[in-house]
C-alpha cells in the first residue's frame, strides 16, 4: 500500500471539492437573493428531499452511498446557514402588534427578518408597494370565520403578487399573571373572535368576558394591570413575550382552527411545477358568462379548488371572482387556458404561484 500515493490523491479530491463548494455556494448567494426579492422561506422540504433522493443516486457504491447522504445534508445544512445570512434584514411588514397571530405567522416564516408593525392591512400592504418592506404577510382566510375580505380587495386592486401561501394552526390558551391559578380567575379579556372560539370553555368555568381589539393587546393589558383575577385568551408565544404564565393550554373548542396566510411581493415567484395559483377575473355582462369561465379553467384540466365572489366597491352589484386552481399557470397549457379564458373576462389576472400545502407547525421548523 503506497500511503503518500493516497493522501495525494486525497488532497486533490480536497482541492477540487473546495473548488465545487466555492462554485456551489455562489450559486447559493443567488438562489438567497431570488428567495429574498420574492419573499420565500429559506426552507423547502420538496427541494431538499428531491436534492437527496436525486444526487444519491450518483454514487453507484451501496456502502458509500449512506456516507454520501450523510455529506450532503451536511452541505445543504451549511447552504441554508448562509442563506439565512444573507437574507437576514428582510423587512417583512404584517398587520397587528408584536405577539399577534400575523406576527407569530411572519417570524416563523422569516425568522431572519425585520418584523415591521402596521395598524391595518393596507398599511402593510403599501409598504411593499412603496418599498419601505421587502414582503408583507397577512391573512387571507380562517377555517372558522371565513375569507380576510379586505385583503383579497387589495389583491385585486393592487399590483402585489402572492409568492406563498401558508397555514397557521390557531391555538389558544389562558393566560394569567405569574402565582395566578385558574381558580382566581373571573374575567377573561381577548379579540371576539377568539372568545368565541372558546366560547365553551368561557361558559364552563363562569367567565365574564371584555373585548380587546386583538389577542396580544390582550395580553399586554393584563401584565400591566398585574391582577390574578384578569387573564388574556391568546397565543403561548404572546405569553413569553409579556411575562405571563400559561394556566391553561388549548381551550379553542375546535382544533382544525387554522388561518391561511399569503406572503406578498413586488417580483412574481416563477415557481411552475406542481403547485397552485390565485386567480382573479370578472365576467362579461352576458348570459352564462361565469359556466363559461369555469368550464375553461376545467378544460384545461386545472383542478379549481376554491371559488369565491367580492363585490366591487366602485360598481353597486358588480362582482368580482377570487379563484385557486392546482398546477401551473405559466405551463404551455395554462397559457392557452389563460387566452381562451380572456374571451370570457373584461378583467383577468394571475396574482401569484405557491406550494400546495405549507405549514408553518412543521416544514419551516428549523
Not at 380567575?185 to 372560539?197: C, D, N, Y
Not at 398585574?226 to 382544533?255: Q, R
Request: aromatic share 10%; charged share 25%; hydrophobic share 40%.
Amino acid at each position: 500500500m503506497d500511503l503518500e500515493k493516497a493522501r495525494k490523491e486525497i488532497n486533490e479530491a480536497d482541492r477540487g471539492i473546495a473548488e465545487l463548494f466555492v462554485r456551489r455556494m455562489n450559486a447559493v448567494k443567488q438562489v438567497a437573493a431570488y428567495k429574498k426579492e420574492h419573499g420565500l422561506p429559506v426552507y423547502d422540504a420538496a427541494r431538499e428531499a428531491e436534492l437527496l433522493l436525486h444526487n444519491s443516486e450518483y454514487v453507484a457504491d451501496p456502502e458509500l452511498r449512506s456516507y454520501y447522504v450523510n455529506f450532503h445534508k451536511a452541505v445543504v445544512d451549511i447552504s441554508k446557514k448562509y442563506q439565512h445570512k444573507l437574507i437576514e434584514g428582510a423587512r417583512v411588514a404584517y398587520s397587528g402588534v408584536e405577539g399577534a397571530f400575523a406576527h407569530i405567522a411572519a417570524t416563523r416564516i422569516f425568522p431572519d427578518g425585520g418584523h415591521i408593525s402596521f395598524s391595518s392591512f393596507v398599511d402593510a400592504y403599501n409598504a411593499v408597494v412603496d418599498g419601505s418592506c421587502d414582503a408583507a404577510v397577512l391573512p387571507i382566510e380562517n377555517s372558522y370565520a371565513g375569507e380576510v375580505g379586505q385583503v383579497l380587495d387589495l389583491m385585486f386592486s393592487g399590483s402585489l403578487f402572492v409568492s406563498g401561501v401558508y397555514d397557521l394552526k390557531i391555538t389558544q390558551n389562558l393566560l394569567g399573571v405569574p402565582g395566578a391559578t385558574i381558580s382566581d380567575v373571573k374575567t377573561v379579556i381577548s379579540h371576539p373572535q377568539a372568545l368565541g372560539q372558546c366560547a365553551k370553555y368561557i361558559s364552563d368555568h363562569g367567565f365574564e368576558i371584555k373585548e380587546a381589539t386583538n389577542t396580544a393587546r390582550a395580553a399586554q393589558s393584563v401584565a400591566q394591570a398585574g391582577d390574578k383575577s384578569t387573564a388574556a385568551i391568546a397565543s403561548a408565544e404572546t405569553a413569553a413575550l409579556y411575562g405571563l404564565s400559561v394556566l391553561d393550554h388549548d381551550i379553542n373548542a375546535s382544533d382544525s382552527n387554522t388561518t391561511r396566510f399569503a406572503v406578498f411581493t413586488r417580483a412574481e415567484n416563477e415557481r411552475g411545477g406542481d403547485g397552485n395559483f390565485i386567480l382573479l377575473f370578472t365576467v362579461k355582462n352576458t348570459s352564462g358568462a361565469l359556466a363559461k369561465a369555469i368550464d375553461v379553467i376545467g378544460k384545461y384540466g386545472f383542478n379549481m379548488t376554491v371559488l369565491r365572489s367580492r363585490p366591487m366597491k366602485e360598481l353597486a352589484w358588480q362582482y368580482y371572482f377570487y379563484a385557486e386552481a392546482e398546477g401551473d399557470s405559466s405551463s404551455e397549457r395554462g397559457r392557452m387556458m389563460l387566452s381562451e379564458l380572456s374571451s370570457h373576462c373584461d378583467m383577468l389576472k394571475v396574482v401569484g404561484s405557491f406550494s400546495t400545502k405549507i405549514s408553518l407547525e412543521k416544514e419551516l421548523d428549523v
